[in-house]
């Protein structure tokens, strides 16, 4: 639908602060505003003119609609569309377009404008691609059909309720980034399936996400579609692994995600639907759907949605992404095949030790307690957990060291039938000291409300090169 | 409403039918009769034809042609049957 349709009938001039006759008739558009209708859309700064109501068009939506070549261009609008215009500044032909006399009186009769900014270079040719359609099916829901149940059982949905993909939200959606809609984001399995930024927009929309939301779901799928994570091995796994998606940086903030109080439950739109979104892609383009490729035997709610982000402001690590060799000052987003959380609750230790201990104890159950090197784990360690490690001047590499030694046991105890257990390690992979997590097998993120002695262990699925490792990329390369 | 589409594109939007059945022998078979006059000649012979395959056979009847068979018939029909033939006649 054209920006133009949403407009009063009336006069519109499109203007923008870098433009020397825009600002010379800045007095002119101030006297045109007090006497009649008058919109006035600026393509670069919504604050020029100073003290006017301007609608924003610095995304240039309105600008392309309107095919504007010079800035200012006054139009007269009747019934959303355009009946004359006149083009720079010419004293004569606007009073007459305007009817108002005396106008501008101190400036010289005419004045030629500046180059509008939709020819830029790389920016015509960004707004020539979307405007140039997107190119997905279209499905037409007949008007007596409810689209939600119509969406349903095309087999859109993980279950629940999603937003209908109308081209206007799609295309609200794609405001989002500045990439084109057809650009390939990723080859997502299990089908490789080329999933574009529309593609990837459209399952965004019906996840419920907001536009500025999406170059982080970009971001993910980006990152799920590794052969690092391997999102293959991951979806059709009869464990119980999902995608979990770990935020940090600045967009963390500006999006309002959640990293405090239930970080990794429901309540923030951000957390719940971005990590939604990304199952869906993978769903709906890659195919992983439950009970085709997806053999999970239980699966988890982390295939829904399992994502947070960091709270990196009372962390008294470095963050995540960080560790994982992002620069700082970037928003980044890791991926991590797990489930979860399995929660380690100790209100008793005052010292870091002790606290490790417990951890140790309870990391031991990941996958199974006489299983070594073979599930990885990801510790959302909450702040008075984190307090506890700081006080006796822990920093994460020793907690690191320190629960390595912990969690590291004696072959005869975790072979197969020790303990009276069937399961344990294969007789001839046991050695004869044998370590629970492989060494980039445990990870730590700072997350949580600040009452309560807990941390929660988000278990993993297979480890390592065989399996699926962490994947961390850029969001800012999707803005 | 217009829609655009989430997933590969791979499958067509139009409603598929079920699967077909590799055999009927040993299957069970629903014989739906409409309620249209003589349906139940030509399924009384399919029933006889169906048995000698070995064939489990139930018959249903809907009260009236004049309206779809109910939500719970077809539902019984589903639960109870592998396939089901419905009868036409007139």
Known sequence: MSRLAELDDGFLVVVKSDCETCQMVEPVLGAMSARTGV????????????????????ALGLSWDLQTETTPTLYRIEKGKVVESATGWNREEWQRLTGIEGLGTGLPASRPGCGSKI??????????ARSGGLRARRVIVAPAVDPFEAMMSLGWSDGLPVVPPTEDRVQRMLEGTSHDPAEIVCVMAPDLVECTVEKVAINAVIAGCKPEYLPVVLAGCEAVATDLFNIHGVAATTQFAGP?????????????????????????RANATIGRAVNLVVRNLGGARPGGVDRSTLGSPAKWSLCFAEDEEGSPWEPLSIERGMAEGVSAVSAFAGHGPHEIVDQAS??????????AAQLRSVGHPKLMGFLDALVVVA?????????????????RNELTERLTFDGDDVVRGAGGIAEGMPQHRVQPRMTKFRPDGLWFAHAGGTAGMFSGIISGWTGGPRGSQMATVSIDNWK | MELLDPTAESAPIARQGAPRLAAIEGGTIGLLDISKPR??????????????????VRRYLKPTHARPASADLRSQIAGECDAVVEALAD
Do not use: C, Y
């Open chain 1, 39 to 58: 919109a006035i859309a600026s393509q670069d700064d919504p604050s020029f003119p100073t003290g006017l109501k301007v609608i924003d068009d610095t």
């Open chain 1, 119 to 128: 020819f830029e270079p790389g920016t015509f040719e960004r707004l020539n």
């Open chain 1, 244 to 268: 979990v998606l770990i935020v940090n940086g600045p967009i963390r903030l500006e999006l309002q995600m959640n990293s405090g109080i239930n970080a990794l439950g429901p309540g923030n």
């Open chain 1, 350 to 359: 005052r010292d870091a030790a002790s606290l490790a201990s417990s951890f």
């Open chain 1, 383 to 399: 702040p008075e957990h984190a307090r506890v490690f700081t006080d006796s001047g822990w920093d994460k590499p020793r907690l």
């Open chain 2, 39 to 56: 349906g139940d000649v030509f399924l009384d012979r399919l029933a006889e034809l169906l048995a000698a395959r070995n064939v489990t």
